[in-house]
């Protein structure tokens, strides 16, 4: 008697198990007639809206993308001087750049900073970067950006290197005999002489003064 009454108990608390359950599975199903609205995590009431769709139709609906976020690299090319300094702070050598020197100022960028370097080859390979935004903190233009685009995977991974030169092979080589010539025609001009400036007067300079620290002579012992 006893086992049949726990088993008929067993299968009641079963099925008011399942019943709860399923209670609180429809219950959100009849509810979720309309997607939830997509918000910042910034927006004051982003943890209130807790009924209807979450998931969202991706690509066609985005989550919105802080802008402080580490996502692809881009340079502005014109902006660039070319300094280097990216590719030598980044810690995956994932910055390629090819300089080619110019005897003359090239251009100026936004911010005023003068141009002497042609940027032959900018390339980067987002496929080894890190996203540790070191390239962005030592650029002294602001060139280089962290963009909010961050879905770009591709099939073949050599499509992750992004070229920014806009030099084409035909320029490239005219920069680099330009700067040759100017190497060679600076080597054979000789150097104008210094200039050798004499002191009319004889009056000797005066030495700097010596700093003798004042030593106090100790007080007599209190009798």
Request: hydrophobic residues 35%.
């Amino acid at each position: 008697m006893d086992r049949n009454v726990t088993y008929w108990s067993s299968l009641a608390d079963a099925f008011k198990s399942l019943s709860a359950g399923l209670k609180l599975t429809l219950r959100h199903l009849f509810k979720a007639t309309k997607s939830q609205s997509v918000k910042s995590i910034k927006a004051a009431d982003y943890f209130n809206e807790r009924e209807g769709i979450a998931t969202i139709q991706y690509p066609h609906i985005q989550l919105p993308v802080p802008d402080v976020g580490r996502y692809k690299l881009h340079n502005e090319i014109d902006d660039c001087i070319v300094c280097d300094k990216c590719a030598v702070v980044c810690p995956v050598d994932c910055i390629t750049i090819e300089p080619i020197k110019s005897p003359e100022v090239i251009g100026k960028t936004s911010d005023g900073t003068s141009k002497r370097i042609y940027a032959a080859k900018f390339d980067i390979d987002m496929a080894k970067c890190c996203f540790c935004g070191l390239c962005t903190t030592v650029c002294p233009t602001e060139c280089l950006t962290m963009t909010k685009e961050y879905d770009f995977s591709v099939f073949d991974i050599k499509e992750h290197t992004f070229a920014f030169g806009e030099m084409s092979t035909a320029d490239i080589d005219e920069k680099k005999k330009a700067w040759d010539e100017h190497q060679k025609l600076k080597a054979t001009t000789p150097a104008a002489p210094l200039a050798i400036t004499t002191s009319t007067s004889d009056t000797p300079k005066p030495a700097k003064p010596v700093f003798k620290p004042k030593i106090k002579p100790p007080s007599p012992p209190s009798a």
